[in-house]
């Protein structure tokens, strides 16, 4: 095997993002007051301090969403091989969908959802 396509990627992987970086260090324009400085969050004033409490829902609402995102990304390789599957796939992707959407309605009715 030639190393050698490994021998140009990896310099240059080193390279460019240095190059890039000095690039912006000399031309940005670099003008610093406080207000810029400060943490910015969807356009909210900074109130209080970093390491206060957050309320629960924010967890709940957060690991729902990553729980029926990561459910919802066996979809893309059934609809490859949707074809192939037949009336198995369609029959198995649709027991799929039924449980996560009798998940969804829990969630939904245990109030998960709601905010308040």
Known sequence: MSYLPLAIVIPLAIFVPLLLGGVQRLLAPRHPDPAKLEPYECGAPVLGHAHGRSPVKFYIVAVLFLLFDIETIF??????????????GLVEMGIFLGVLALGLVYVWRKGALEWE
């Open 75 to 88: 979809l893309f390789p059934w609809a490859v091989l949707y074809r192939r599957l037949g009336l198995f």
